[in-house]
Nanobody, 118 residues
Framework: QVQLVESGGGSVQPGGSLRLSCVAS????????MAWYRQAPGNQRELVAT???????NYADSVKGRFTISRDHAKNTMYLQMNSLKPEDTAVYYC????????????WGQGTQVTVSS
């Protein structure tokens, strides 16, 4: 069973920062490219950022320059540093393998809620 556990969400004011963490099983972490996804109420899940085993990263245009994805292989942990947060960043954030098409249905965790409001 794939295990992915997200944490670090919370409520912040616009312009604030949060750092999300994702702990994955060693097999998943060492085998696949990983990504952060998010889903706002009433919206489809969208890709936020990706990172491969070599550390190459890509970002959605909406977060480019504000978010930074990273991974620590020794800890089987992936991070998402989110700066200059905007209300439109409000969503439940999930981590999983990339692309999402290879993720199993039961691999999606609870996610972590990020709320940006004044």
């Amino acid at each position: 069973q794939v295990q992915l556990v997200e944490s670090g969400g919370g409520s912040v004011q616009p312009g604030g920062s949060l750092r999300l963490s994702c702990v994955a099983s060693r097999r998943i972490f060492s085998t696949y490219a990983m990504a952060w996804y998010r889903q706002a109420p009433g919206n489809q899940r969208e890709l936020v950022a990706t990172i491969n085993s070599g550390g190459s990263t890509n970002y959605a245009d909406s977060v480019k320059g504000r978010f930074t994805i990273s991974r620590d292989h020794a800890k089987n942990t992936m991070y998402l540093q989110m700066n200059s947060l905007k209300p439109e960043d409000t969503a439940v954030y999930y981590c999983n393998v990339f692309p999402a098409t290879i993720a199993t249905r039961d691999s999606w965790g609870q996610g972590t809620q990020v709320t940006v409001s004044s």
